[in-house]
């Protein structure tokens, strides 16, 4: 299975349910591609150094992930859309807002 990841910042309490997801993701050693400004922001947070797939753009992901899990809340669903577009990739939500 591969797998992006797009998201944006999110409250410190979340920390430790994205880990876990990530570390999930690994156990099933699914490959993991994510939202290049997204990594920048999960770095120092948390334990994802083996994790250098990234893209940026819709041409990026197009016929090269199968699904795309969306961290964040309404807004960031609403761009992850953008990013999919016409692709037919389908989009998991996973809230992180208010």
Do not use: A
């Amino acid at each position: 299975m591969r797998v992006g990841i797009y998201g944006r910042s999110f409250d410190d309490s979340f920390i430790p349910n994205i880990q876990e997801l990530f570390d999930t993701l690994m156990e099933f050693g699914w490959s993991v591609s994510i939202y290049q400004p997204f990594r920048s922001y999960l770095s120092p947070r948390l334990h994802i150094d083996e994790l250098d797939n990234v893209f940026n753009k819709h041409q990026d992901i197009k016929d090269s992930i199968d699904v795309l899990i969306c961290i964040g809340g309404d807004g960031t669903f609403l761009e992850t859309i953008n990013i999919v577009r016409n692709s037919g990739i389908p989009i998991l939500g996973v809230n992180t807002g208010r």
